[in-house]
């Protein structure tokens, strides 16, 4: 069974789109594939957060992964610092991996220019330990969005590198897998192309009804269709998009008509949307606070997560330990 691989920073809850455009994929996944799934708190550590928030940010991602369907008995869930076979891994990559080769990642140039008093070697090496999250499994796919391209792209350099210096092949070059050929796109409410956390346009799967009624009757809209059967500007094109997502196909159908006929009233659209939305969105939230009331379960998944996570990387490092000369019962 192939294997892949994924991660998320725990900074805020999930949103629509992240259910949408990976999460949801990533159950479907675990059906047919040896699944890692992991919290990189490591990784948020480049902008330096508070511990308290930390703490809290990772039981918060946690719930909400196996709120949405992740389940620890198929796929492994496990927080990256639970297992340090991955600090070892990214020193060695370290090693074999150029100053300037990670000074051209533009995610680091973007970072070093938002935060010019805390261009920290964390954000440098960034690729690096991701590349050290990816094979110390010897992950083949790994699915995430456009925006960790290059940083995928040093992935397999490190892989590649590694099998060259050593004249060996014991790492797979990792693959972007995407769900399909139309990456799913979840748009913002605000008129935006994308609902993201950055952007504060999000439904959150947290979201009580109220909430997200208020959201969906705030979206943008314009005057309406002035002759039939007109292309439809962006923002309602994305209100559609909901529609798509969450309702019936009579739903899409019967709203289309009318946006093609000139009839269409869009506050009957946007209650329609926030209904299936609240719909869609409702058992997740129910689960998400089963979840979060159970701090001991939660605990129980997360050793359970890195126990499996741990057993994977330590072979692999026994492998890499030798490769390298360190063999420490031939002394
Ligand atoms: P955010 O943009 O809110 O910071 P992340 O960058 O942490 O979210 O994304 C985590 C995952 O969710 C990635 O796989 C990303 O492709 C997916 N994702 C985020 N926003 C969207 C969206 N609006 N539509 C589809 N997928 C999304
Ligand atoms: N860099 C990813 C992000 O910002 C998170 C991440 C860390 C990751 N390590 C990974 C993703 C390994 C995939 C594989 O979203």
Redesign the pocket.
């Known amino acids: 069974m192939e294997t892949v691989?994924?991660?998320?920073?725990p900074t805020g809850h999930l949103h629509l789109g992240n259910y949408f455009g990976a999460v949801k994929s990533f159950v479907k996944m675990q059906e047919e594939y040896n699944c890692y799934f992991?919290i990189?708190d490591w990784?948020s550590l480049t902008t330096c957060p508070d511990p308290e928030d930390i703490r809290q940010s990772v039981k918060t991602i946690l719930a909400e992964y196996l709120a949405c369907g992740i389940d620890p008995e198929k796929a492994t869930l496990y927080v990256?610092s639970d297992v340090r076979e991955t600090l070892e891994l990214y020193l060695y990559f370290n090693m074999n991996i150029y100053l300037g080769e990670l000074e051209r990642v533009t995610t680091f140039k973007e970072k070093a220019r938002k935060q010019p008093n805390n261009v920290n070697a964390g954000l440098l090496t960034?690729p690096t330990?991701?590349a050290a999250?990816?094979l110390q499994h010897r992950?083949k796919w790994?699915?995430?969005?456009k925006?960790?391209e290059q940083?995928m792209e040093m992935?397999r350099k490190c892989a590649r590198r590694f099998n060259n210096i050593y004249h060996v092949e014991i790492f797979p070059e990792p693959q972007n897998f995407y769900f399909s050929d139309k990456a799913v796109k979840i748009p913002g409410l605000d008129g935006s192309g994308k609902m993201g956390k950055s952007d504060g346009n999000c439904i959150y799967l947290c979201d009580d009804d109220k909430v997200i009624r208020k959201k969906v009757m705030k979206a943008l809209t314009d005057n309406g269709p002035q002759t039939p059967n007109s292309e439809k500007p962006e923002i309602i094109e994305n209100l559609f998009t909901f529609l798509q997502i969450c309702s019936s196909k009579e739903a899409y159908d019967y709203f289309n008509e009318q946006w093609n006929n000139c009839t269409i009233r869009y506050g009957e659209l946007k209650k329609q949307i926030a209904d299936d939305l609240c719909n869609t969105v409702a058992p997740i939230r129910e689960r998400i606070l089963e979840f979060s009331a159970n701090q001991d379960l939660l605990e129980k998944i997360s050793r359970h997560g890195a126990e499996k996570a741990r057993e994977s990387a330590a072979a692999t490092l026994k492998e890499v330990r030798q490769i390298i000369g360190f063999n420490p019962n031939e002394r």
């Open positions: 691989l994924s991660g998320i920073r992991f990189a990784h990256q960034y330990l991701m999250d990816i992950a790994v699915p995430v969005g925006d960790q940083n992935a």
